[in-house]
């Protein structure tokens, strides 16, 4: 029976469902999760990341954490962690880079913090030669805490579920995932709530609302407060708190129904970065955002990129389209944001926010 089938059978025996629990089943579902059965990262497959457009994201982003350990005062054991590492071609750029300063490899354990086992296979085999041997974690809270946490993620925090409430006449109501006359899922209300909490907004207006988003904020920072360390939490998402419905289901590189094929999509929601950075702060780490532009650009990309165009001319063209498409703000580089969270010097690109 498909993950659609058995929804309408949970949802007509035991009622509509939220928003962020229909993701949660979508992503997660052990028989037909999208992560859990066929996620499929790439050209080939449902969507590209930065890593995967050039290798310049992986290798400035390898840099940043050397310079950020030094920083630190170059501890003598770190936990260099990645959460969602995906295919794992950012981690291997990442690792690349980070051979120019061998005390660091020398210094850190790596973790990765991935639920899919498919991706776990994939992971294990592209890193197979990189210089330090990854571990697992099905979550931050299974890593080591008694050492420097440095933890990068890349289009994590979008796989992490949304609630949505959406403003009616009445007052607001969350939106949830029901069943239609005709017996397919359909997007409902639930009944009113109190009005605490809410924007002032024009009817039809939607907010989201991502605890999962918040407690890996609250518990990476909570982690840095107590062991020190930084994080980079790179996803299209706000900067500003605001109103709109951005549940996203993307199949072969297209949009497609949320609804319509349950499993068979990445499902995503933008990051909520100005809860993700009050969570931090509460358990209390610093935090910092830039647009994912202004962020590689304080790193050097258009230096790097530079140079990688004199040692390749042949592909000149090709490396000013990647570099445009990071940091255009058209393209990834107002849409997508970088926050920092850390505890001690700021790290490199956050000093002057
Ligand atoms: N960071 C990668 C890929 C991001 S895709 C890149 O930049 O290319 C999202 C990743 O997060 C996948 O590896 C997925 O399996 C993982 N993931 C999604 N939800 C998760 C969760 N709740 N816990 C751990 N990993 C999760």
Known sequence: ?????????????????????????CLHDPQDGYYATRPAIGAAGD??????????????????????????????????????PGDATLMDDILRAARLDP???????????????????????????????????????EIPGDAPLLLIANEFLDCLPARQFQR???????RRVGLDSKG????????????????????GSVVERSLPQEAFAAEVGARIAAAGGAALLIDY?????????????????????????????DLTVHADFPAVQAAARAAGAEAGLLSQGEFLRRLGVETRARRLAEAHPERAGQIARQLARLVAPDQMGELFKAAALWRGPAPPGFESL
């Open 237 to 265: 998402g706000r900067a500003a708190p605001g109103v709109g419905d951005t549940l996203q289901a993307l199949a072969g590189h297209r949009k497609a129904d949320p609804l319509a094929a349950p499993g068979s999509a």
């Open 168 to 174: 009616t006449r009445e007052g607001w109501a969350e």
């Open 47 to 84: 969507f590209i990341t930065a890593a995967q457009v050039s290798q310049m994201f992986g290798e400035l982003i390898g840099l940043w954490l050397v310079e950020t350990w030094r920083r630190l005062g170059a501890p003598a054991r770190a936990i260099l962690a990645e959460a969602g």
């Open 1 to 25: 029976m498909s993950l659609g089938d058995r929804l309408r059978g949970e949802i007509a025996a035991g009622g509509p469902i939220s928003v962020a629990d229909f993701m949660s089943r």
């Open 103 to 141: 005390a660091f490899l020398a210094a850190c354990e790596l973790w990765l913090v991935e639920t899919s086992a498919p991706l776990r296979r994939l992971q294990a085999e592209r890193l197979a030669r990189a210089p330090l041997t990854p571990r697992w974690a099905g979550a931050v809270a």
């Open 184 to 203: 397919d899922l359909a997007f409902g209300l639930g009944p009113p709530l109190p009005r605490g909490g809410f924007p002032d907004a024009p009817p």
